[in-house]
């Protein structure tokens, strides 16, 4: 039987990963007044200071500090990086696309691990390729299977595929060490700062240009911060206590699914024929890797 555990933090990723589906919609809009650079770098410093009002800073209790202040550190540059080069893309992809080509990680995670000695369960191959196929459905154009029509936007997001994966490997590291909230308010807020004080010294002109901001702007980041950084990073802090990291890389491939639904949902970004299809799989792929561990193959 599957654990009691191994559901619960698979559940606490699904969410997350809808949460995350749901914010590529505002990530797109929020170009229209901010810089990459900005959005990413305000998003997870807000995010990361919202989140300290819940923290009771008397019950913190950190064994190795510095350790600790390592692998934070660490986790918000991987963090600030994986999230930058997926914002820039962004800027000239859509939504459905940026769902689809930052879901690449799912290959990535298994073949990192190979490399950190995490050599994966035989079932997680044939789930992997099942999220990959179901990926590269959603993603191609609809003219062909093997015309994946790439642009300068796709290719930052893919790049920013791999980050997210290293960034998945140390958080699974981490959250067995160190206690969640406060792993994740810290790599947030390092996030945040390591960005502004790149934008500091390399963009100053960008990080302070304030003139297209409105209302619709703050909703935007707001948006982002509490769903993306407060729920969904959070979230996926405490799941993936419970699941190990390829595993974890498959439920949340289901992001892809999230992110071509709500653009289709707001920006009319039409999911054809073969898109529904590649969701389904990657659906099929994420209920297979709870299941085919727990089968016995004599």
């Not at 800073?57 to 190795?64: A, D, G, L, R, S």
């Not at 390729?129 to 299977?145: N, Q, R």
């Amino acid at each position: 039987m599957i654990s009691l555990s191994k559901i619960k933090g698979s559940i606490l990723l699904l969410i997350a990963s809808l949460v995350w589906g749901s914010t590529f919609v505002p990530q797109k809009i929020a170009m229209d007044f901010w810089s990459p650079l900005q959005f990413t770098s305000f998003r997870f410093l807000i995010g990361g200071v919202i989140l300290l009002l819940f923290l009771n800073i008397k019950e913190i209790k950190v064994n190795n500090k510095f350790h600790f202040i390592i692998c934070s550190s660490s986790s918000g540059l991987i963090l600030g990086l994986a999230a930058l080069f997926q914002q820039i893309g962004i800027v000239s992809t859509s939504a459905t696309n940026a769902g689809f080509f930052t879901g690449l990680y799912v290959l990535m995670v298994p073949l990192i691990g190979i490399f950190l000695l995490k050599i994966p369960h035989w079932s997680i191959w044939p789930c992997v390729v099942i999220c990959f196929f179901g990926s590269i459905l959603l993603g191609t154009s609809k003219e062909s299977l093997f015309s994946l029509d790439l642009n300068i936007g796709d290719i930052w997001v893919i790049i920013s595929a791999l980050f997210w994966a290293m960034h998945l490997h140390i958080v699974s590291y981490s959250v067995k060490r160190f206690p969640v909230l406060i792993f994740s308010i810290l790599q947030f807020v390092l996030c945040g700062t390591f960005l502004f004080l790149y934008g500091i010294l390399f963009q100053k002109d960008l990080i302070f240009n304030f003139e297209s901001i409105n209302s619709y702007a703050v909703f935007t980041l707001l948006y982002c911060s509490l769903g993306s950084v407060c729920i969904g990073f959070t979230l996926q802090m405490f799941g993936q206590r419970l699941v190990s990291p390829t595993p974890a890389a498959l439920i949340m491939s289901s992001e892809a699914v999230f992110a071509a639904i709500f653009g289709w949902l707001i920006l009319s970004e039409v999911l054809n024929l073969k898109g529904l299809v590649g969701a389904s799989l990657i659906l099929l792929g994420i209920l297979l890797v709870q299941i085919l561990p727990k089968l016995r193959i004599n």
